[in-house]
């Protein structure tokens, strides 16, 4: 699932091709693209059309476009949702969801998703500390790379959490943008294993933590994000490159970049987490 920088490249692209932009015309071709707008297809295509859209934001992982209505687009991409700007009269994605034409008869914006586990809603606002975010989004923590984001007030939040310390970082109410990838990648630079307690780091070391993962999806946003197939692309249709730089993430058997032991690979969450067995050993007790 794409993370803050993904997000983020996604979300530039479409600030620059279709914010100011009047919406003409509104296709949903497959319903499960709006499943999560309730009233259904034809009610999402009448909240779009005749308005336009005025920003594209994001908080963390949660991407949005705003409409002069004073709603808000709300685009889960899910596994493998694409945002795409293409010109009118291009050929249909074989996976082609939704459609969305403007009065400019500029390029189309299309959401496109093979595994059709992501997908788009019209949702309200809610003010929330003076940001007006969609209402499902209202819960989420600001990210590291928000201008108001708290790293005092994100280290006390890490160590309150009665948990593994990945755990924490994945909660998105405790800090938001932060999935499995950069999550492997900061623990790496940290030199913490994903199972030490959250709430047993000195304020220091979180601080550290969350330093860490900032700089690596830092990093990962002038990469490009991380593409591992072509599923993740820009609304150009254009793969990221940071998955030429991951130093633990899908490096299983691999030399430590460090310290040149083989990368582990644990089982985590239905998932798999990789670290370093010397530059990151197991907590007191550790079993899997």
Same mark, same amino acid.
């Not at 071709?29 to 994001?58: C, K, Y």
């Not at 476009?65 to 685009?75: C, K, N, Q, R, Y």
């Not at 997908?119 to 209402?135: A, R, Y």
């Not at 310390?165 to 405790?174: G, P, S």
């Given at each position: 699932?794409? #993370? ?10 479409? *600030? ?15 319903? $499960? ?12 295509? =009448?909240?779009?059309?005749? @308005? %336009? ?5 994001? *908080? ?34 074989? @996976?082609?969801?939704?459609?969305? %034409? &403007? ?10 998703? !093979? ?16 940001? %007006? ?15 108001? &984001? ?9 160590? $309150?959490? $009665?948990? #593994?310390?990945?755990? =924490?970082?994945?909660? !998105? ?17 940290? *030199? ?26 830092? +990093? ?17 249709? +254009?793969?990221?490159? &940071? ?7 899908? +490096? #299983?058997? #691999? ?9 582990? *690979? ?13 530059? +990151? ?8």
């Amino acid at each position: 699932m794409p #993370e803050l920088p993904e997000v983020e490249v996604v979300r530039r692209g479409l *600030r620059d091709h279709v914010v100011g932009r009047h919406i003409a015309e509104v296709d949903v071709f497959h319903p $499960r693209a709006i499943r999560r707008h309730v009233p259904g297809a034809v009610d999402f295509a =009448a909240r779009l059309v005749g @308005h %336009s859209f005025t920003e594209a934001r994001r *908080r963390g992982k949660y991407l949005w476009v705003d409409l002069s209505s004073g709603e808000a687009v709300l685009a889960h991409l899910g596994m493998s949702g694409q945002m795409l700007v293409q010109p009118v009269g291009a050929p249909d994605e074989k @996976h082609l969801r939704v459609r969305v %034409s &403007f009065a400019d008869d500029g390029p189309e914006l299309r959401f496109v998703d !093979q595994r059709t586990f992501g997908g788009l809603s019209v949702e309200g606002v809610t003010e929330v500390d003076g940001v %007006s975010l969609p209402t499902p989004v209202a819960h989420i923590a600001r990210d590291p790379m928000d201008p108001d &984001f708290d790293p005092v007030a994100a280290v006390a939040a890490l160590r $309150r959490r $009665r948990t #593994e310390v990945k755990r =924490a970082l994945l909660d !998105q109410t405790v800090v938001s943008g932060i999935g499995n990838i950069y999550a492997d990648e900061a623990l790496w630079l940290a *030199r913490l294993h994903w199972a030490r307690p959250a709430d047993g780091l000195s304020r220091a070391k979180a601080a550290e933590l969350l330093t860490a993962a900032t700089d690596v999806m830092d +990093q990962a946003l002038r990469a490009g994000g991380t593409s591992f197939d072509a599923l993740y692309v820009n609304v150009n249709g +254009q793969s990221g490159y &940071f998955d030429r730089s991951l130093n633990a993430y899908g +490096q #299983e058997g #691999e030399p430590c970049p460090r310290c040149g032991r083989p990368i582990r *690979r644990e089982p985590f969450m239905n998932r798999s987490s990789f670290s370093c067995p010397r530059c +990151q050993p197991h907590p007191p007790g550790f079993q899997l």
